[in-house]
């Protein structure tokens, strides 16, 4: 089983910016892809942004130009720089492959945009 360990969240003020960093116990080379999640208070959890194992990018049209996803082969760890934060991006993160896995999802990491 894979394990996925998600951080830096936070709060911040609009605006600013934060990176989140997703720890995997295993090769992040192997997965086709690799994609951050989040999940606004009382909403559903949706794709973010992801990362193919060929370096391909792809965003959703609310974050794009303002969030770039990235990784670190050597460390198995998916990155998620996120810059011009809006309080509509308040969310718990979390990553995963992507499709998903339903036995992977972790913890995730709170990011919450307010003044």
């Known amino acids: 089983q894979v394990r996925l360990v998600e951080s830096g969240g936070g709060l911040v003020q609009p605006g600013g910016s934060l990176r989140l960093s997703c720890a995997a116990s295993v090769s992040i080379f192997s997965f086709h892809a690799m994609g951050w999640y989040r999940q606004p208070p009382g909403k559903q959890r949706d794709l973010v942004a992801r990362i193919t194992s060929g370096g391909s990018t792809n965003y959703a049209d609310s974050v794009k130009g303002r969030f770039t996803i990235s990784r670190d082969l050597d460390k198995n760890t998916v990155y998620l720089q996120m810059d011009s934060l809006k309080p509509e991006d308040t969310a718990l993160y979390y990553c995963?492959?992507?499709?998903?896995?339903?036995?992977?999802w972790g913890q995730g990491t709170q990011v919450t945009i307010s003044s």
């Open positions: 995963n492959t992507h499709p998903p896995t339903n036995t992977n």
